[in-house]
């Protein structure tokens, strides 16, 4: 999807997650699994929070919302995992945000915070049939998870202590270094807000 006649938001905020975003939140969730299940995911495997489960999100995980023009444009979550990986549980834009930056700025969010914090590795599963998705991750310094080479340490612990399990049917892991996370690799750093 390129931008055609789209007109890039005027305004963008970021925030953390504010009881009045809940519910444009649910219906991200709805709009990503109808995206999905068109992809040929089967619906059984679909992770959709609802409104409770989006607020008790807080309790362990670091969420940002981005607004573009006073609604929702999107919001990503992410989770502190020992020994210093960050573990992406969602990124998602609306359709109508998409290839704004939006999505980017929320990766660099997240990986600003986590190298803060000492973290120096990021992980995202995403559906094997998600082509868009993986073309997005690896244009911002993700690359595929793959057994037959040795991950980095932190990477490699984390590995060991996580099932398979843990990033669902049908899903690849992706993963990156927090340190420019969100960036183009190639292309200069955008300067820090």
Known sequence: ????????????????????????????????????????????????????????????????????????????????????????????????FRRFGLATRLLREAGEMAAAHGIRVAVAACYALAAETMTFLAARGFAPFETKRRPPEPLAEWLEAHPRELFGEGRRLWWAHTDGLGSIPGLPRPAPR
């Open 1 to 96: 999807m390129d931008t055609g006649d789209r007109e890039p938001p005027v305004r963008v905020r970021l925030t953390g997650l504010q009881e009045a975003q809940l519910l444009e939140l649910v219906r991200l969730e709805v709009e990503a699994a109808e995206e999905a299940i068109v992809l040929g995911v089967a619906a059984d495997t679909l992770v959709m929070r609802s409104e409770a489960e989006l607020r008790g999100l807080v309790r362990d995980h670091d969420v940002y919302v981005l607004e573009a023009d006073h609604q929702v444009a999107g919001y990503l979550a992410w989770q502190d995992h020992a020994p210093g990986v960050a573990m992406l549980s969602t990124l998602v834009v609306a359709p109508q």
